[in-house]
């Protein structure tokens, strides 16, 4: 016997109709992205498109640097639901960022494992060297600073995902060396995943 409701396959769900505070610039997708997405869509049944979403915003951000209020009306039209149900799913997600970010996003690990393998000391070098607090950009643009729940990578802590890739095993005494071989070369200065890297 279950403790939950029944509910029917075709229920209608809450649909959240807010008005989003600030639009930003204007937004469409570029007709490479449209079609990408427009692919993504066709993989639901046509009344569950609101099951593309992630992809949508993740396409957004791509195209964009940030999602914008208007990405979300846009992106809300497309999928047919609302665009503060939209909003929801952005403001869920720490991947997804609303204002304009740095080129390399720094995401510290602040769960257990990383938190007692010196996370924090971590999080105050880069902000000592950075002049910035967590949430903040440089003044160069250049790195944008982020507190983030466990990464998935707990033996190898304290561990920062850099954009979309790893530094693992991040000793607070090395920050200055990362952050200069970052401004050297990119994210080609990380140690990746070990999970992808012991696969090779
Ligand atoms: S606790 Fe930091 S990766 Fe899991």
Known sequence: ????????YDATFHKSSRTLADPGPAFV????????LDAIVL???ADRKRSAVLPALYLAQSQQGYITGNAMVHIAGILEITPADVEDVVTYYTMFYTKPVGR???SVCRTLSCAVNGAERVVEEICAKLDIAPGQ????GTFTL???ECLGACDRAPVIMVNDAWQEL???EDVGALLDALRAHG???LTGCHHVVEKK
Not at 1 to 6: E, L, Q, R, V, Y
Not at 29 to 36: G, I, M, Q
Request: net charge positive.
């Open 170 to 172: 991040q000793r607070p």
């Open 137 to 140: 950009t440089d003044a160069t």
């Open 146 to 148: 982020i507190e983030a």
């Open 43 to 45: 993989r639901y049944p």
């Open 104 to 106: 390399f996003v720094l």
């Open 29 to 36: 997708f570029t007709p490479e992205n449209r079609a990408r």
């Open 187 to 189: 994210e080609a200065a």
């Open 1 to 8: 016997m279950s403790f939950h409701p029944k509910m029917a």
